[in-house]
T-cell receptor, first 114, second 118 residues
Framework: AQSVSQHNHHVILSEAASLELGCNYSYGGTVNLFWYVQYPGQHLQLLLKYFSGDPLVKGIKGFEAEFIKSKFSFNLRKPSVQWSDTAEYFCAVNRGNQGGKLIFGQGTELSVKP | GAVVSQHPSWVICKSGTSVKIECRSLDFQATTMFWYRQFPKQSLMLMATSNEGSKATYEQGVEKDKFLINHASLTLSTLTVTSAHPEDSSFYIC??????????????FGPGTRLTVL
């Protein structure tokens, strides 16, 4: 079945460690890719998105993601995490012909130890 | 900008009653609104897509007669859970996409509504 997969369910890091969260999707054709973050008790916020162009996308709060079409991947990275990055991270895919419909990955819970 | 609100933020109801959840785009006109359901420690599952003035499009497995969606204006969509049962207890989240260059296909999410059916 077509899907969005996030490899890690729960990631625990110390402050200043580097972060990489995996996201793979199985749709062919044109896709738009998103990473959303959900801080404890808050609503989902857009971190970054890729529609076209430079496959390395920079988002808010020092996050970036790289679209690798051949690997159907859109991994999220941050060179140095902070305690305030503790949150749930969701990868989502929108197929270009689906009118904005988003399919979400399972989510990755990130815990950053101070 | 691009703020989406939901009301109520939480609701507790008895089994068999109906509950209405509102989703509003506060500072933009929403061409499309989406309704999701999120179970604890799980991802968001799309329930339906609604466009202003049209019937909602429901995802496979979602009962349209149980989850009534009305999108009466470009800033308001409502989800009514009819004859709610304990298994309907969940976190319901709406999102909206805005008209305008660069905004299409980016969804802005509401804070969610926690429904508990006793």
């Amino acid at each position: 079945a077509q899907s969005v997969s996030q490899h890690n369910h729960h990631v625990i890091l110390s402050e200043a460690a580097s972060l990489e969260l995996g996201c793979n999707y199985s749709y062919g054709g044109t896709v738009n890719l998103f990473w959303y973050v959900q801080y404890p008790g808050q609503h989902l916020q857009l971190l970054l998105k890729y529609f076209s162009g430079d496959p390395l996308v920079k988002g808010i709060k020092g996050f970036e993601a790289e679209f690798i079409k051949s690997k159907f991947s859109f991994n999220l990275r941050k060179p140095s995490v902070q305690w305030s990055d503790t949150a749930e991270y969701f990868c989502a895919v929108n197929r270009g012909n689906q009118g904005g419909k988003l399919i979400f990955g399972q989510g990755t819970e990130l815990s950053v130890k101070p | 900008g691009a703020v989406v609100s939901q009301h109520p933020s939480w609701v507790i109801c008895k089994s068999g009653t109906s509950v209405k959840i509102e989703c509003r785009s506060l500072d933009f006109q929403a061409t499309t609104m989406f309704w999701y359901r999120q179970f604890p420690k799980q991802s968001l599952m799309l329930m339906a897509t609604s466009n202003e003035g049209s019937k909602a499009t429901y995802e496979q497995g979602v009962e349209k007669d149980k989850f009534l969606i009305n999108h009466a204006s470009l800033t308001l969509s409502t989800l009514t859970v009819t004859s709610a049962h304990p298994e309907d207890s969940s976190f319901y989240i709406c999102s909206a996409t805005a008209a305008g260059e660069g905004l299409t296909d980016t969804q802005y999410f509401g804070p969610g509504t926690r429904l508990t059916v006793l």
